[in-house]
């Protein structure tokens, strides 16, 4: 099989070409396994995380990738829920101990980084990871639901928000260009204000129905109940708990932070960012709950996902553009037949 592989750690500011074309055994499942024939992956920031040493991987190679779409293309012994042929999707929580808790519990297991993931024409993973993808989607739609989707449900979830209060987003690429739309669904009442680094970025924000956006430091017409940061950096965490109302929730959806700014938290004043029982909280990973409850959500609310393609040998270009900010919704690179 076709696979991009990752050999080494580096530093995407000097290397534009981490991963490595390799051509690999097509893997076998073994019980309670599925093969699963991949069509489209999509491309996370956690990727660029894992590249860069910042969640490096236990062991190299590996093959990176955890927003999968495929056929199953063959079980191993066991198996029960699907058929060959279903179409599945493969998230970030590989495996776990199948509790509440399994997103933190020591035996959670990261797909593409942990263990090979979907930047490849084939892949394994455990039925109970699997999830049917709802009609409606396409496979390159599909694909940005399994992590962008599944990690903005959970942390919607957890900010606490009540339908009417004012919800912020901080940063507007694969996850936050779905959060806004959800938010609309579940919270139709709750206005939506933007912040973004970019002036395509805050138009297409206001574009998929946000109220206002604005450049991260900007003040909104209101203070806010609850803020999503899903930005790699400091700097729009201070701006955001500037923002928040008494009593409100900053959730930060970032499995790592980058350091090239951390001087800022130098600055923080507790007056101005913490005092009047502001919180914050983190989101770590996903469970496989979460994603079981929001794909059916995200058919039901009709989720306009933007994308760009590419193909598997162009994941390097991708992940590139990634790492510039040069985005608009998910990027995905087609790999099989769909």
Known sequence: MRAMQLERIVDLASESNPLTRVVLDEPTPGPGQVLVAVSTCGVCHTELDEIEGR????????????????????????????????????????????????????????????????????????????????????????????????????????????????????????????????????????PVFVFARSASERAFARELGADWSGETEEQ???????????????????????????????????????????????????????????EIKSVANVTHFDLEAFLPIAAEAGLRVETETYPLEEANRALAELKRGDIRGAKVLQIGAA
């Open 220 to 278: 909104p017409p209101v203070p806010l109940a609850a803020i999503i940061d899903t930005t790699p950096a400091w700097k729009p965490v201070l701006a955001a708990l500037e923002r928040l109302e008494p009593g409100g929730r900053l959730v930060i959806n970032a499995i790592r932070k980058e350091a090239g700014d951390a001087g800022l938290l130098a600055g923080i004043r507790y007056e101005d960012h913490l005092w009047q029982e502001k």
């Open 55 to 190: 969640t490096p991987p236990p062991s190299l190679p590996v093959i990176p990738g955890h927003e999968v779409v495929g056929r199953v293309a063959a079980l191993g012994a066991g198996c029960r829920r699907f058929r060959e042929g279903d179409r599945v999707g493969v998230g970030w929580i590989h495996s776990s101990d199948g509790s509440c808790g399994e997103n933190i519990h020591e035996a959670f297991v990261a797909t593409g980084r942990d263990v090979n993931g979907g930047y490849a024409e084939y892949m394994l993973v455990g039925e109970t990871y699997a999830y049917p993808i709802p009609d409606g989607f396409s496979d390159v739609e599909a694909a940005p639901l399994l992590c962008a989707g599944g990690v903005g449900y959970r942390s919607l979830r957890l900010t606490g928000l009540e339908n009417g209060r004012p919800l912020g987003l901080t940063g507007f690429g694969g996850s936050g260009h779905l959060v806004l739309q959800l938010s609309k669904h579940l919270y139709p009442d709750s």
